[in-house]
Nanobody, 128 residues
Framework: QVQLVESGGGSVQSGGSLRLSCTISGLSLSDACLAWFRQAPGNEREGVAVLWPGGSRTNFDDSVKGRFTISRDDVKNTAYLKMNNLQPEDTAMYSC?????????????????????WGQGTQVTVSS
């Protein structure tokens, strides 16, 4: 059984930073696409960032490029989303999601539909 557990959300002021963690069990991070999504009240879920298998490639939504980064710890089977210079428009529930590369055809999408495994979500609130 695949499980994703997130942590690291919270409340910060504009310009602050947070680091989200997503720890996976039942699926190796090196064999998976790992994506972060966010959803603000009244908005659709949107893709934020994607970490490709092996960690050789990442993709970011234009709204977070230059501010967010992804890193990984294969020993802990954990991915991290470091968010710098947070702005009020970044306020949302953030969720990580994973799919085996063997299921996704070794292509990682920044769209929620291909991802069968999801974390519980963690709230990020940025005040001005």
């Amino acid at each position: 059984q695949v499980q994703l557990v997130e942590s690291g959300g919270g409340s910060v002021q504009s310009g602050g930073s947070l680091r989200l963690s997503c720890t996976i069990s039942g699926l190796s991070l090196s064999d998976a696409c790992l994506a972060w999504f966010r959803q603000a009240p009244g908005n659709e879920r949107e893709g934020v960032a994607v970490l490709w298998p092996g960690g050789s490639r990442t993709n970011f939504d234009d709204s977070v490029k230059g501010r967010f980064t992804i890193s990984r710890d294969d020993v802990k089977n954990t991915a991290y989303l470091k968010m710098n210079n947070l702005q009020p428009e970044d306020t949302a529930m953030y969720s990580c999601a994973a799919v085996s590369k063997y299921v996704s055809g070794n292509y990682c999408y920044m769209h929620p539909r291909p991802y069968p495994y999801w974390g519980q979500g963690t709230q990020v609130t940025v005040s001005s």
